[in-house]
């Protein structure tokens, strides 16, 4: 939980073979609230990128990712949105490498229980981060669902 990296491989480390599925993408211009923690011009165009890390039919992590269209020089429909999304962002020059990041537990937003049929995903670790480049300009507002038993989290405290 102490490490930047992909929610890919950070669910490959717990052993699982995730399969992302795309649930929805879409472009959307900025709310003040999402430029201002991208620090983008208001009404600046933004791609919204919600996916399920699935293992067989079980997900396990729903994730629901914000950054601007800007960075993406190819049309977004174009892409493939199933593999990690920092290995896309890297392709474009804009691969982040830190992030800042609250963790919560939560359930998960009923209207996505209802759309992606996950009755059955239970309680739900939050991660929400706003990832950073290398010149630490924030380039990803993320905010990743943890299914609560799959997934168990361990950091050092002094």
């Not at 039919?57 to 960075?71: E, I, N, P, R, W």
């Not at 995903?121 to 905010?143: C, K, M, N, R």
Request: glycine share 4%.
């Amino acid at each position: 939980i102490t490490s930047f990296e992909s929610v890919t491989k950070m669910v490959r480390k717990f052993g699982y073979e995730p399969e992302n599925i795309v649930l929805s993408l879409s472009e959307t211009e900025a709310s003040d609230d999402l430029a201002t923690a991208l620090k983008l011009k208001p009404l600046s165009r933004l791609v919204r990128l919600e996916r399920l890390r699935m293992q067989g039919d079980t997900a396990l992590v729903y994730c629901v990712d914000t950054f601007s269209s800007a960075m993406i020089n190819d049309p977004v429909a174009d892409i493939d949105w199933s593999v990690s999304l920092l290995d896309i962002l890297e392709r474009y020059g804009h691969r982040p490498v830190m992030s800042t990041a609250t963790a919560s537990a939560v359930s998960l937003p009923p209207d996505v229980v209802r759309r992606a049929s996950l009755e059955d995903f239970g309680p739900a670790f939050l991660i929400e981060e706003i990832a950073y480049d290398t010149s630490g300009i924030p380039v990803i507002l993320a905010q990743d669902y943890h299914r609560g038993s799959a997934f168990q989290f361990s950091f050092l405290r002094k």
